[in-house]
């Protein structure tokens, strides 16, 4: 089973630069989230989605956006890149039913230089 | 403001020995996680607490909650090198949609 899948797996970019880091997920999951956790700290919470064409704000939203067209495809878009937005990007989902626990991808490692 | 709150942050014991570590949250709570955190790699799920005096183990490890006390314990017995890793709590407000809080994590170094 793939589970939750997120490309590309390293990226640098330039200040200013853009790019959109891609998480599709086949486990027909209703919710799907993005994570970013810088070094030696905890995961915080960017957007998150319930369902397709449902979108909201976490707790560090400025600077990115998001959006979800299809139940199995979040990808998270970070425009004009600085360099606090280096960081490694965890996209999750997660089933709508109480206690199940959320599957996390493989990460993106993104450095802004 | 919510917060979740881990104890300690770092620790490094030496096989065979126990040891707890703690994760204390600022309000009401229906679920809470622990993930397990490999370097460099991604988040393990390593329990699901869904009600107050829940307990669960896998192995060396086993997790604990109460809800009154708005705490949660990863006790770890007779530690083994393989256990090294990073350990997150993670709180699932109620109402809020499924999204989560971790904790800054609890660095675990299992010497010989």
């Known amino acids: 089973n793939a589970g939750v899948t997120q490309t590309p797996k390293f990226r640098i970019l330039k200040i200013g630069q853009s790019m959109t880091l891609q998480c599709a997920q086949d486990?027909?999951?209703?919710?799907m989230y993005w994570y970013r956790q810088d070094p030696g700290m905890g995961l915080k919470l960017i957007y998150y989605?319930?369902?397709?064409?449902?979108?909201d704000k976490g707790e560090v939203p400025n600077g990115y956006n998001v959006s979800r067209s299809t139940t199995e495809d979040f990808p998270l878009r970070l425009e004009l890149a600085a360099p606090s937005q280096t960081s490694v990007y965890f996209c999750?989902?997660?089933?709508?039913?109480?206690?199940?626990?959320?599957?996390f991808g493989q990460g993106t490692r993104l450095t802004v230089v | 403001e919510l917060k979740v709150e881990q104890n300690p942050l770092f620790l490094s014991m030496q096989e065979g020995k126990n040891y707890t570590i703690y994760c204390n949250y600022s309000?009401?709570?229906?679920?809470l996680y622990w993930y397990r955190q490999d370097p460099g790699k991604s988040l393990e799920s390593l329990f699901v607490?869904?009600?107050?005096?829940a307990v669960k183990q896998e192995g060396r490890l086993m997790a604990s909650l109460d809800t009154k006390a708005r705490l949660s314990t990863l006790h770890i017995t007779a530690a083994v090198h393989d256990l090294s890793a990073t350990y997150f709590c993670a709180v699932h407000y109620t109402g809020t949609a499924s999204k989560l809080t971790f904790g800054t994590g609890t660095r675990l170094q299992v010497t010989l």
């Open positions: 607490l869904l009600s107050n005096g």
């Open positions: 309000t009401t709570s229906d679920r």
């Open positions: 999750a989902s997660s089933h709508q039913v109480s206690g199940t626990e959320a599957f």
């Open positions: 989605s319930v369902g397709a064409g449902i979108t």
């Open positions: 486990m027909n999951h209703n919710y």
